[in-house]
């Protein structure tokens, strides 16, 4: 059974930082492209970040670009976001997901997903 959890979420001032994790249990980790969405209440969710299964390429949202940085370590099954420079704009979910096609950045594309973590961010 393929599990993605999440964690590092929670309340930040604008301007400061974030480092979200995902970890996996389950999947053969390092085959799989992983991603980082978001969801803002009323709001469609949204590709943030993406990186392919050896780390080599990444992807980013416009809005999010000079900003995130997503990175992995195969050998502890986990993906990461490193959040600087947070804004208001930046409160949402976030989830982490994986991409048995590599570096996606449509949320059809992936194949499995974590529950998702919290980051609100306070002017």
């Known amino acids: 059974q393929v599990q993605l959890v999440e964690a590092g979420g929670g309340l930040v001032q604008a301007g400061g930082s974030l480092r979200l994790s995902c970890a996996d249990s389950?999947?053969?980790?390092?085959?799989?492209?992983m991603g980082w969405f978001r969801q803002a209440p009323g709001k469609e969710r949204e590709f943030v970040a993406a990186?392919?299964?050896?780390?080599?390429?990444?992807y980013y949202a416009d809005s999010v670009k000079g900003r995130f940085t997503i990175s992995r370590d195969n050998a502890k099954n986990t993906v990461y976001l490193q959040m600087n420079g947070l804004k208001s704009e930046d409160t949402a979910v976030y989830y982490c997901?994986?991409?048995?096609?590599?570096?996606?950045?449509?949320?059809?594309?992936?194949?499995?997903w974590g529950q998702g973590t919290q980051v609100t961010v306070s002017s």
């Open positions: 997901a994986a991409a048995l096609t590599g570096l996606a950045r449509r949320d059809f594309e992936y194949d499995y």
């Open positions: 389950g999947l053969t980790f390092s085959t799989y492209g």
């Open positions: 990186i392919t299964w050896s780390g080599g390429n990444e």
